[in-house]
């Protein structure tokens, strides 16, 4: 037995099925912000760089002088799986998946 997809129907009728984000790069993010101001649901925020890949790398160098900032899944459970993120990302940062209902 295989577990249907959650579904839905865009306004013109058409089946739709939402893909729910899963995880963002850091590594390749270049902290645009596009994905922040494109998401209806407030599901990402700004941190700096050097707290999120050290967060994920024991080996990121402390030292590094780079202040750039990054962005991070904040709210993951308010994603509506529109997938805007990933299509405004000019690095495809972002990974979604299909939720079964």
Not at 63 to 74: G, L, N, P, S, T
Request: glycine share 6%; with cysteine; charged share 35%.
């Amino acid at each position: 037995m295989s577990a249907e997809l959650i579904k839905g129907r865009t306004r013109g009728g058409d089946e739709w099925i939402p893909s729910f984000i899963t995880d963002l790069n850091q590594s390749t993010c270049i902290g645009c912000g596009r994905c922040y101001k494109v998401c209806p649901r407030d599901v990402f925020e700004l941190v700096d760089r050097g707290e999120a890949l050290a967060d994920d790398d024991d080996d990121w160098d402390d030292d590094d002088d780079d202040e750039m900032k990054v962005m991070a899944i904040a709210n993951a459970n308010d994603c509506i799986g529109c997938e805007s993120c990933y299509r405004v990302c000019p690095k495809q940062c972002h990974s979604h998946e299909q939720a079964a209902a």
